[in-house]
């Protein structure tokens, strides 16, 4: 029997915002979005992981499985000792539309990302990296 997982949240750097046109006086939707919509995902994702990112003796995270579109890649990558969300958003993304899911237990970030190159997504983990 298949266990169906439950999401905690879901982040996507694909929003639908609007942009407003002052010489028509009209709005128009932009695909691209820096404003309320990526904000809010930001501050979901930074209040779902602060402690857990705070808890980490090294700041080395160990990623396994990240689905890209000719592999799933296995990696370690370091961060400042401050929770900076983009860059950690960065190193658990690609440089394209996505969508991630998440789930965290206990020391285990297990995240789901969908992308152009993998559009139903693949599961993958990360971890405190050990020394």
């Known amino acids: 029997m298949n266990e169906v997982k439950e999401w ?3 982040i996507t750097n694909a929003c639908t915002c609007q942009t407003y046109i002052p010489l028509s006086d009209t709005y128009s939707d932009a695909t ?3 404003g309320e919509c990526q ?3 930001k501050e979901l994702l930074e209040h779902d992981l602060g402690d857990w990112w705070s808890s980490n003796p090294t700041n080395l995270w160990a ?3 990240l689905p890209l579109w000719d ?3 296995d990696f ?4 400042d000792y401050y929770f900076d969300i983009d ?5 658990i993304t690609v440089n394209s539309e ?3 899911r998440y789930r965290l237990d206990g020391e285990i970030l297990t995240a789901h990302l969908s992308h152009h190159d993998c559009p139903t997504g693949k599961s993958f983990t990360i971890t405190y990296a050990q020394i």
């Open 39 to 41: 904000s809010a995902n």
């Open 71 to 73: 592999r799933d890649c």
């Open 63 to 65: 990623v396994k499985g």
């Open 76 to 79: 370690i990558f370091q961060t």
């Open 8 to 10: 905690q949240s879901v």
């Open 98 to 100: 996505w969508i991630l």
């Open 32 to 34: 691209v979005c820096y």
């Open 87 to 91: 860059e950690f958003i960065r190193a």
